[in-house]
T-cell receptor
């Protein structure tokens, strides 16, 4: 069965303390892997798309990487405003539905 | 910047009542989706819609649910007879030729 697993479930960082979030997946017919940010009570906000192993994308303090089995979201020198839940989703199948992981809740303390 | 718009932001309904959740996808997008997120749980796929018909649906999307694109801009999700367990955030998403989907801010449905 297609599956997306994110770890850790929750992560507490001090401001400036870099870390990584993991997303591992088992899907057939992968079309792409996506990272979203979700603030409480809001919809997922698109961050990155990765299509093939070895690909990397960067945006401000965030960098996403992809291997054949997992993706990492690296957060460099995070700030309190980076606090949110980060969702990983993979796109597969003929009509490209998205399978979401449970998310990593990031809390960055000043 | 184009965005997916959902209305209402919050809907409270009595068990057994019908609700219609509305979405205006990004214009010129071709693929439309409904997802839901029960409080504290993961975002779950409900249904995808392409070329004016359902292309895929999940086990959750039973006969109580239906989707419609009544005109060129709106995309609706109807729940015919709501149950307590239908309480959740419902997200509409749309996708164009690039792969990424863009999500609306959601409708919080509370069934009492």
């Amino acid at each position: 069965e297609d599956q997306v697993t994110q770890s850790p479930e929750a992560l507490r960082l001090q401001e400036g303390e870099s870390s990584s979030l993991n997303c591992s997946y088992t899907v057939s017919g992968l079309r792409g892997l996506f990272w979203y940010r979700q603030d409480p009570g809001k919809g997922p906000e698109f961050l990155f798309t990765l299509y093939s192993a070895g690909e990397e994308k960067e945006k401000e303090r965030l960098k996403a990487t992809l291997t054949k089995k997992e993706s990492f979201l690296h957060i460099t020198a995070p700030k309190p405003e980076d606090s949110a839940t980060y969702l990983c989703a993979v796109q597969a199948g003929n009509f490209n539905k998205f399978y979401f992981g449970s998310g990593t809740k990031l809390n960055v303390k000043p | 910047e184009p965005e997916v718009t959902q209305t209402p932001s919050h809907q409270v309904t009595q068990m057994g009542q019908e609700v219609i959740l509305r979405c205006v996808p990004i214009s010129n997008h071709l693929y439309f989706y409904w997802y839901r997120q029960i409080l504290g749980q993961k975002v779950e796929f409900l249904v995808s819609f392409y070329n004016n018909e359902i292309s895929e649906k999940s086990e959750i999307f039973d006969d109580q649910f239906s989707v419609e694109r009544p005109d060129g801009s709106n995309f609706t999700l109807k729940i015919r007879s709501t149950k307590l367990e239908d309480s959740a955030m419902y997200f509409c998403a749309s996708r164009g030729a690039p792969a990424e989907a863009f999500f609306g801010q959601g409708t919080r449905l509370t069934v009492v």
